[in-house]
Each structure stands twice: as C-alpha cells, then as structure tokens.
C-alpha cells in the first residue's frame, strides 16, 4: 500500500460538471512521484477536462486537489504553476519571430515573476536564465539550431519546444496534453525518447492516444470512461484488462 505522502498529486471525487453533464465524475486519481502517469480514454472520456482542473483553467465543482500534500482546489492557475505544476504549452504561446535560446531564456524568466523587474537582480538573473536555456536546448537536442527563429523549426521541433519550454520553470510536474498530435511520423521518436528522459528527473503527467507510445513509457496507465476511471495499472495490466480492451483498445491492441 502507498502512503499518501508517496503521491505528488491526489485528487477525490473531483468532479466538473458543464450544465448537467458531468465531464468529470468523481475522479480519484493518484500521481506517485517520479513516474510518468499517462491518462487514455476514448475522445469525450473527460481526460482535457480533467487536465482543465488539475492547472486550474476551469474550477472544479466538486471534490478535492491534494498537490505536494496541499488542497490546491481555491488556488487560481498561476497560483498551481507557482506551487511547481506546469502544462506545455500550446504553439501558440511561441514567439515565432524569436530565437530558440530566447525563446528558452523567456520561459525561465517567467519562474521569477515580479522578482524579475528587480533592477539589482537583474544581471544575474539573465546569466541564470541564459544558462538554463542552453541546458534545455541541449536536452531538447536543439543545440544547433539556437539561433534559429522558433518560427523556422519545423512542426514537430516547435512541439519539442513547447515542452522545453514548460521545463525551464523546473516544474514537479510536468503535464502534457497529446504531445504528439500533429506530429509527422519522423518526429514522433524525438518526442518520445524527450518525454521518456524528462520522466528520469520529474513527475509526468500525460494524456496520450498513440499507444506504442503509451505502452513503452508510462509506469502507471489511468484508462478513464465517461468521465471516470475504468482501469488503473501497469502498462501490463491494462492491456490485459477485457473492460479495456473492449471500451478503448478494442482496434489497437
Ligand atoms: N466547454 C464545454 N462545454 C460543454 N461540454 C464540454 C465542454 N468541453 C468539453 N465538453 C464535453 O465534455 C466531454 C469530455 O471532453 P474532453 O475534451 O475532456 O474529452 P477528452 O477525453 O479529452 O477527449 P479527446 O480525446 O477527444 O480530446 C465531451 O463530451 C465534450 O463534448
């Protein structure tokens, strides 16, 4: 048995309710730290509303967030990204007409908030932000492309870069929604082999449909249904769970 303290995140009964329908409907998830937990579910399972509730973009209607311990379910979104969750960001959020580096350098300087329009911190700050820039641009195997407008790299380098970008805040838990989507099927083994590494040193948090990919990363595996969860387990036990296959896997197993 896993005590609680074992789990980084822990939620029970949540639930978020849009009108009558319930997208989630009492959901008691456990995250254990230093694992790459991967939700699947077939499209409407509630899996991105769930994401919505954990980060804070939507409030939930009931239940209860423990993160690290604490019950983060009043804490607004920045308030979650400042306790250390962090979700990847969409392509959106890339300063297209930046460098690579800068655009790395932009996101450690988010960690600081206002402590970063401390004129006398200020020097040192950007050397540390410069260096975390280059460690994540090595890690993200982007190195040569630096200097490189963001807008410049290709799809599934942008989509890298996304995540890269989410890690420069040192986050305990890194959340990822469906990281490959979109991506061309050469990119596809750079992102997997990024998530894979990244789950060495951090908490994973991922929703994910490509299940070669599911099957060989994750640790635990959450299967949710119609809001709430089906099965929970191993990579092992839930593809030899019949409810699974039979609600979700069905074709791909
Ligand atoms: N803003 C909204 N208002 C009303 N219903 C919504 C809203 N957002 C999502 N839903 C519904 O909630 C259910 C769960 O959607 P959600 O996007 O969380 O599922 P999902 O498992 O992430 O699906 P997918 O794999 O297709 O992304 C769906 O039936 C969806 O239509």
């Known amino acids: 048995?896993?005590?609680?303290?074992?789990?980084?995140?822990?939620?029970?009964?949540?639930?978020?309710?849009?009108?009558?329908?319930h997208a989630v409907n009492g959901v008691?998830?456990?995250?254990?730290?230093?694992?790459?937990h991967t939700i699947i579910g077939p499209n409407g399972a509630g899996k991105t509303s769930l994401f919505h509730c954990l980060t804070g973009e939507r409030q939930a209607t009931?239940?209860?967030?423990?993160?690290?311990?604490?019950?983060?379910?009043?804490?607004?979104?920045?308030?979650?990204?400042?306790?250390?969750?962090?979700?990847?960001?969409?392509?959106?959020?890339?300063?297209?007409?930046?460098?690579?580096?800068?655009?790395?350098?932009?996101?450690?300087?988010?960690r600081d908030g206002?402590?970063?329009?401390?004129?006398w911190r200020h020097l040192d700050s950007r050397r540390e932000h410069l260096e975390m820039a280059d460690q994540v641009l090595e890690r993200l195997q982007l190195t040569a492309r630096a200097d490189t407008l963001a807008g410049e790299l290709s799809h599934g380098q942008q989509r890298v870069l996304?995540?890269?970008?989410s890690i420069c805040s040192r986050p305990k838990l890194l959340m990822l929604d469906e990281p490959t989507s979109g991506m061309g099927i050469d990119d596809i083994p750079i992102m997997t082999q990024l998530i894979s590494d990244l789950g060495r040193d951090h908490t994973v948090l991922l929703i994910?449909?490509?299940?070669?990919?599911?099957?060989?990363?994750?640790?635990?595996?959450?299967?949710?249904?119609?809001?709430?969860?089906?099965?929970e387990g191993t990579p092992e036990f839930v593809r030899?769970?019949?409810?699974?296959r039979s609600a979700y896997l069905g074709e791909a197993a």
Request: proline share 2%.
């Open 1 to 21: 048995m896993n005590s609680p303290a074992q789990y980084l995140l822990q939620t029970q009964d949540l639930e978020l309710a849009y009108g009558a329908f």
């Open 28 to 36: 008691n998830l456990k995250v254990e730290a230093g694992t790459i």
């Open 62 to 110: 009931a239940g209860t967030i423990l993160f690290n311990g604490k019950n983060i379910i009043k804490k607004p979104a920045h308030g979650r990204v400042g306790l250390g969750m962090a979700r990847s960001f969409q392509l959106t959020s890339l300063f297209q007409n930046l460098s690579v580096r800068e655009n790395l350098r932009l996101a450690a300087q988010g």
């Open 114 to 119: 206002l402590a970063a329009l401390n004129f």
């Open 162 to 165: 996304e995540v890269g970008m």
């Open 208 to 231: 994910e449909h490509n299940m070669s990919i599911v099957m060989s990363i994750s640790q635990r595996i959450t299967v949710m249904s119609h809001g709430q969860i089906l099965v």
């Open 240 to 244: 030899a769970d019949e409810r699974v």
